[in-house]
């Protein structure tokens, strides 16, 4: 009887824990990797130089970060990004912030110094550990080169699991160079038993949702960032169509629910719209789906939506009754939640409430004023929405121009409004904008800053130069730190401290006899950078810019807008007010 041969499986071959870096990424998915090198680590960018995706080498660790970012939030992709030590990894921290409480998903590698020489305050040794444990979904120190490979595989599966959030790598030198034969690990096949992301909603629960929907009166869907992560616009949709359900969004929902849907009431919070506000507080039922109550929406806590029953749907935990006191918490993938609540949910229409909340609708629509000869921020992002048919990938920073992009480009599709939320991170557009357009390089992505916030990483316009990526930023220039000078307006007696970005003595915008016409000069910068720029004061200027902006292909373009100095942000709830306390949505 012939025995069977038995193939014994080849030597696994040994690596470098460098090579086990690049070999993690590969097998994760990684696509685009943003970094900048440095001594400690400089054996992976060595393994980077022969690797199959695409790397892209920002201008400084901040940006870098955002621009993962960017690409995490246009694409649903975990960001990926590599860092020196020291410095390189500290200048990270905004970034991972920025992440953290967006709930975006990120892997951030850094260098560290080698094992022995870890608290010794070897040259360009930090931390690392330490100090982004506040901003990290997790972190890791490897302290062994065997280790590398599961870790590498771990930090992806944490980073999009759950809660999706920002995780750190720190590898230290002397890691790098040491070998292993241990292979490189699939993110889908982690199994860590202390962590178990999302429970099983039980069918009781389920059937408990689906009576409060069917028996409400004046139902009202609340959505948040969670819906965009959870992938869950359709079902949101779905359920809206079929049980009658008027929709407000948070500002990281946008897209979730098309705006040009009937039943969309826009934005809700601080500046969100007075239709959307007097529902939440006339509603008889609100369900959250994948919101967290945060602070700018609820305003005054224990006035928030007072005649309601509160659902709160979350793939967090922890988020549930955080904020906001809950009737009934459903702990699950939103998605799937909807999915299962959806045979149940009965075919219905409200018409007195949804009379209600058109009368809303129709009475305080969102405008502003427009006086003559005085190009207003607001027309600016119409004309955005309208010349490119809505179709366009909004990245903003944060402030006056954030809203104005939040509240005057009708967004429909999920994904296309990309911006910090929870941080409110300066700095954030232009780099988020570079990682978004490379993640969706056949559509279109605009970047809408502010003269404040687009100084803050101008810098990284040359990486959009140098990739040749057709990026139009909208610079909104008021002269102003535009929403600090809102709140001194409003809240301060005009005492402007701190927030005039023009010359002593000179108002915004005003033109220098003798000298430039505006400091800092935004065309000549960009134009230093290889970019296409110009200057415009009015909306025909605008819109022939903004034309030749998307027509371009082969690099970025900026058209700095003069608009009005003391424009502001309307409607608006003053903090930790009640809804009540509303001004600026009537028309005068």
């Known amino acids: 009887m012939k025995t069977k041969n038995r193939m014994t ?14 070999d993690g990424l590969v097998r994760a998915g990684c696509e685009v990797l943003f970094g900048y090198p440095g001594g400690q680590a400089i054996d992976m960018f060595n393994c980077i130089y022969d690797a199959p995706f695409h790397f892209v080498l920002g201008r400084h660790e901040q940006g870098i970060v955002h621009a993962a970012d960017g690409y995490a939030r246009a694409t649903g992709k975990p960001g990926c990004c590599l860092v020196t030590s020291g410095p390189g990894a500290t200048n990270t921290i905004t970034g991972l912030a ?27 040794e930090a931390d690392v550990m330490g ?44 890691v790098q160079k040491a070998t292993t034969a241990v292979p490189p690990k ?26 409060l929907i069917n028996n409400a009166q004046s139902p009202l869907l609340y959505v948040g960032g969670g819906a965009v992560s959870g992938n869950a616009s359709a079902e949101i949709t779905k359920l809206a169509h079929k049980a009658g359900i008027p929709v407000c969004t948070t500002m990281m929902a946008l897209g979730a629910f098309p705006e040009d849907d009937p039943l969309s009431l826009g934005m809700v919070g601080m500046h969100g719209s007075a239709a959307a506000n007097y529902a939440v507080d006339k509603s008889g039922l609100l369900i959250s789906a994948g919101a967290r109550f945060d ?23 922890s988020a549930i009754g955080k904020n906001v006191a809950t009737h009934f918490g459903i702990h699950g993938d939103l998605k799937a ?38 190009l207003m921020p607001q027309a600016v992002v119409q004309r955005i929405d309208a010349i490119s048919k809505g179709k366009a990938i909004i990245a903003t920073d944060v402030g006056q121009n954030q809203l104005w992009a939040a509240q005057f480009f009708t967004y429909t599709r999920p994904r296309t409004f990309i911006s910090s939320g929870g941080l409110g991170t300066m700095g954030f557009g232009l780099p988020a904008a570079i990682g978004a357009q490379l993640g969706r390089p ?46 001194q307006e409003l809240f301060y007696d005009k005492r402007y401290s701190g927030v005039m970005l023009t010359q002593t003595g000179r108002r915004p915008n005003e033109r220098i006899t003798g000298g430039p016409a505006y400091l ?41 807008c003069i608009v009005s100095p003391e424009a502001n942000v309307y409607p608006m709830i003053p903090p930790g007010a009640h809804v009540s306390a509303m001004t600026g949505h009537v028309r005068k």
């Open 9 to 22: 499986p080849p030597e696994q071959k040994e690596r470098t824990g460098a090579q086990c870096v690049v």
């Open 98 to 124: 920025t992440a953290h409480m967006d709930g975006i998903p990120l892997v951030c590698i850094s260098g560290q110094v080698p094992m022995h020489l870890i608290g010794t305050d070897a040259f360009q």
């Open 131 to 174: 100090i982004t444990r506040p901003v990290t979904k997790h972190n890791f120190l490897v302290r062994n080169v065997d280790e590398l490979p599961d870790i590498i595989a771990q930090a992806f599966y944490l980073a999009s699991s759950g809660k999706p959030g920002p995780v750190v790598i720190d590898i230290p030198k002397n």
């Open 186 to 211: 699939d993110p889908k096949d982690v199994v860590m038993r202390a962590y178990t992301p999302v429970s099983k909603v039980s069918k009781a629960d389920i059937r408990k949702l689906a009576d």
């Open 295 to 317: 602070d700018r929406v609820t305003g005054k806590i224990d006035q928030f939506a007072a005649k309601a029953v509160t659902v709160h749907i979350d793939i967090d935990r």
């Open 337 to 374: 939640v909807l999915a299962a609540v959806l045979p149940l949910v009965k075919n219905a229409r409200h018409d007195a409430w949804m009379k209600q909340v058109q009368e809303w609708k129709k009475k305080y629509p969102l405008h502003y004023p427009e006086p003559a000869g005085v």
């Open 442 to 487: 056949r559509e279109r992505v605009v970047c809408v800053s502010g003269d404040g916030g687009i100084q803050m990483n101008f810098q990284e316009l040359v990486v959009a130069v140098e990739h040749k990526l057709p990026i139009v930023t909208v610079v909104l220039n008021n002269g102003y730190l535009g929403m600090v000078r809102q709140w």
């Open 520 to 560: 800092p000069d935004f065309v000549k910068i960009a134009e230093a950078h290889g970019a296409a720029a110009c200057r415009i004061t009015t909306l025909a200027e605008f819109d022939a810019a903004f034309r030749a902006g998307l027509a371009r292909k082969d690099g970025p373009t900026l058209i700095e």
